[in-house]
């Protein structure tokens, strides 16, 4: 699971993701956890000239077992590459921690999709091994995510294994292509100031049909 395959896998992803479905063997519900705090509303804006810190805005809620399975799950979707470094050197577990700790919408919603999959990797990798999965060996990591990393080609009693790691390795692009290390793999030069500019090239305003 190289990056170049990961992002096309991004852009290719649909907006949003079926909530798991109850079947045999997958927990539907998150597993037991520190709660959210209840808050009202989401805050006021924040400050732009602050830099914030992880957990400052609202508690960051996975446990130590939970941020190593996610960073070792980070690593292998996004390994560090002759371009640029790994998931988890630029802050992707941070990202993954305050996005199902937030109190959004979508965050609340992809926090039990998250956590049910932690759960259920450590529970393959126990089955099959008898490790939870971050003490795993990188091959044997690989053999279970191999069989989930495609939700339509997985086998029936792991779909819902594979939507959990089609939403996860969304999240981990997301994390790491908004990152500074990310923006520069991607060749990104926006939000810098320029001298000049001078509009598209004209070689891609020709295929674009606008000229």
């Known amino acids: 699971m190289d990056r170049r395959t ?14 798991l479905h109850a079947r045999s063997g997958w927990a539907t519900e998150a597993p037991p956890a520190e709660p959210l705090l209840a808050l009202k509303g989401y805050g006021t804006d924040p400050d732009l000239l602050k830099t914030y810190h992880p957990g400052e805005v609202w508690p960051l809620t ?4 939970q941020r190593q399975l996610a960073a070792v799950l980070s690593d292998l979707i996004m390994p560090a590459d002759e371009h640029s470094p790994s998931a988890t050197s630029v802050g992707v577990v941070d990202f993954i921690d305050e996005w ?3 109190p959004y919408p979508d965050c609340q919603r992809d926090r039990p999709i998250v956590l049910a999959g932690f759960s259920w990797l450590d529970a393959e990798a126990a089955r099959r091994h008898g490790k939870s999965f ?27 294994a594979a939507r959990f790691f089609a939403r ?7 994390g790491f292509y908004s990152s500074p290390m990310g923006r520069k793999d991607l060749g990104y030069v926006g939000n810098v100031p320029l001298a000049r500019f001078d509009g598209p090239p004209p070689e891609l305003l020709k295929k674009l049909g606008l000229i």
Do not use: F
């Not at 990961?6 to 909530?19: E, H, N, Q, R």
């Not at 996975?62 to 077992?65: C, E, F, G, K």
């Open 168 to 174: 996860y390795r969304d999240l981990t692009a997301g």
């Open 134 to 160: 971050a003490e795993l060996a990188v091959a044997q990591q690989s053999g279970i995510c191999d069989e989930i990393c495609d939700a339509e080609h997985a086998a029936p009693e792991r779909r819902e």
């Open 62 to 65: 996975l446990s130590t077992a």
């Open 6 to 19: 990961s992002i096309k896998w991004v852009l290719a992803a649909s907006a949003s993701w079926p909530v």
């Open 100 to 102: 199902v700790s937030a």
